[in-house]
């Protein structure tokens, strides 16, 4: 598979989890007792977490707590993704 293609449906699903959380964590500060909903962000949540996760061991971080140090401030390395790096 092309690692452009591959880059750009990780970055896809991380942003389209991100969007669930926020939309249901929304949603949860005007119906804090919806059980339902509260799995719903619950479920998502850690999707989102999974794909940040996933994305970053393949392409590296997007987040700035993403960064391993263990190789020095590998921050700035790299194309991130608003600079073309998914596109």
């Given at each position: 598979m092309n690692t452009m293609i591959s880059r750009e449906k990780a970055m896809q699903?991380?942003?389209?989890?991100c969007f669930a959380v926020l939309d249901v964590g929304l949603y949860l500060d005007t119906h804090p007792c919806d059980e339902k909903a509260m799995d719903y962000y619950n479920k998502y949540q850690q999707m989102y977490k999974e794909a940040v996760r996933d994305y970053e061991e393949h392409f590296g971080p997007i987040r700035v707590n993403g960064v391993n140090t263990c190789d020095g401030w590998t921050?700035?390395?790299g194309p991130w993704p608003w600079e073309g790096g998914c596109s």
């Open positions: 699903y991380v942003q389209e989890t921050w700035t390395e």
